[in-house]
């Protein structure tokens, strides 16, 4: 059979030693690749590179396909991205999968029945990094949840379950708080579920969901989560299972897959040979079925986890009366090649079937088209800069400012209103939300009135800092309401 050709990073820290153990034992297991390295991380960001990967290491990703990275070392200081977001974004890769799995009694753990996979969006939520200061108090980070985007996730995390013969898929939002961009991901995740009758599904408040994750993650199967829940509770849950360490982790695109372990670089642990590879070694072989190689993942995993049986381990999960020898990177890895072609007797040994991709994109069936809304423009929120008194003063000041069609109906405070009407207990800072609506209930507005209220604004010298339209889709209400 042809080889595939791969690209591969070694990183930086204990990253070079992890993947010459990961390669060492796909090369045992018969993995049939070719390999075009390339360099990332620390020395690139150094050399004056931002993003720490150069823009001609991204030809490589485009003619493989597939990137098998090793962990780097952001340099500490402002101005340097982040190489994985940078990568994610750039080549779409918009699923993040975690496999969480115990292996009691040979690694410690108080769930020894865990096997959860979590599936996280991985493109959008706060992760898109645009963050604002706009006072002298207050700093803004905006949260993006789109349709197309989140019909992705979902839809990738019911077919992995179909296609990995899992029982149940489980999403968790916020929904109860952010009931515009949790609320669009839950509502979606509910119209794709009745698609996929063969699977059960569930939706739990992310707190109380955390919570039941961390008591009794048996009891999961399959989650999926927005961006930031999805990248806590995946560390959360690779921990309690036995150790962030073991954890690889796939982010798939439509065209490019990468494949990592979830944990850094640890460069103290640098060149001492003393680092645990199997985290990226795992990643490795959702690499291999990934790319159709299902046999010799396989061979590889069953003999990592005969390994693991054996009690062949290295210092970071090493127990006296568990493990029965410690042993440097390079030795774990010769420990896994020794035992190639053999199966755990107590572990549940693995199968991938001939032909399974798992993390092949399923053609014609991602992002459904939305029907057109009816959009109208019925108000707009103007955000101030200001500090010169109380709210009421405030609103006497702003409410000046109402006419050409246009009304003040409120003022909110960090999300509560605190005029007309506000309690004199609450906190203000300076970072206050005027909404403006039409003087006539149910007609909407022009761009040419807001731009001259924002002018009146100005003549008032009144710090407007944004504005955010406020409009409805199909009669419905598309912005928030203030606590009151």
């Not at 009931?179 to 992310?206: M, R, S």
């Not at 999926?224 to 299972?241: E, H, K, M």
């Not at 200001?386 to 405070?413: E, P, Q, Y």
Request: proline share 4%; with cysteine; charged share 25%.
């Amino acid at each position: 059979m042809a080889n595939t050709p791969i690209t591969v990073a070694r990183g930086d820290g204990i990253g070079p030693e992890i993947m010459d153990a990961t390669l060492r034992i796909l090369e045992g297991a018969g993995a049939r690749l070719d390999i075009e390295e390339i360099e990332i991380g620390e020395k690139v960001y150094l050399a004056g590179n931002p993003a720490g990967v150069a823009p001609e290491a991204f030809e490589s990703l485009r003619r493989t396909k597939v990137f098998l990275k090793a962990p780097i070392t952001t340099p500490q200081g402002g101005g340097y991205k982040s190489l994985n977001v940078t990568v994610r974004k750039t080549f779409g890769l918009y699923a993040n999968v975690r496999p969480c799995v115990s292996y009691h009694p040979f690694v410690e753990t108080k769930h020894p029945l865990m096997d959860v996979v979590i599936v996280r969006e991985n493109e959008e939520d706060v992760y898109g990094g645009i963050e604002y200061r706009q006072t002298g108090q207050v700093t803004q980070c905006l949260k993006l949840i789109s349709r197309p985007g989140t019909e992705k996730i979902v839809r990738y995390a019911f077919e992995y379950a179909r296609r990995n013969n899992r029982r149940k898929v489980t999403c968790f939002t916020k929904d109860n708080i952010m009931k515009i961009t949790d609320g669009l991901f839950h509502k979606i995740f509910e119209e794709i579920a009745p698609e996929y009758t063969d699977i059960e599904n569930e939706h739990w408040i992310v707190d109380i969901g955390a919570a039941k994750l961390a008591d009794a993650p048996e009891n999961f199967d399959v989650l999926v989560l927005p961006n930031l829940y999805g990248d806590v509770l995946s560390d959360v849950a690779a921990q309690i299972a036995g150790s962030v360490g073991l954890a690889g982790s796939a982010n798939i695109g439509e065209s490019i897959a990468m494949f990592e372990a979830i944990h850094g670089s640890a460069p103290r642990r640098a060149g001492q040979n003393l680092a645990n590879p199997s985290g990226l070694f795992l990643g490795a072989v959702m690499m291999l079925v990934h790319i159709g190689q299902t046999d010799v993942a396989e061979r590889a995993h069953n003999a990592w986890l005969k390994t693991m049986e054996d009690g062949v381990h290295t210092y970071d999960i090493y127990k006296e009366g568990v493990s029965r020898e410690k042993v440097g990177t390079r030795e774990f890895a010769e420990a896994v090649v020794a035992r190639t072609g053999q199966k755990p007797e107590r572990l549940k040994a693995v199968s991938y079937k001939a032909g399974e991709s798992g993390g092949a994109t399923f053609a014609g069936r991602m992002a459904r088209t939305s029907v057109a809304s009816d959009k109208e423009t019925v108000g707009v929120d103007v955000y101030l800069d200001w500090t010169h008194g109380t709210a009421n003063d405030l609103g006497a000041a702003v409410s000046k400012l109402s006419g050409d069609g246009l009304k003040l109906t409120a003022i909110a405070n960090r999300g509560v209103k605190v005029y007309p009407g506000g309690a004199t207990e609450t906190f203000c800072s300076d970072h206050w939300r005027c909404r403006f609506v039409s003087e006539t209930e149910g007609r909407a507005i022009t761009h040419a009135q807001i731009t001259q209220l924002l002018s009146r604004f100005a003549d008032a010298g009144l710090d407007f800092i944004k504005t955010e339209n406020l409009c409805n889709f199909d009669g419905k209400p598309g912005y928030s309401h203030a606590q009151e």
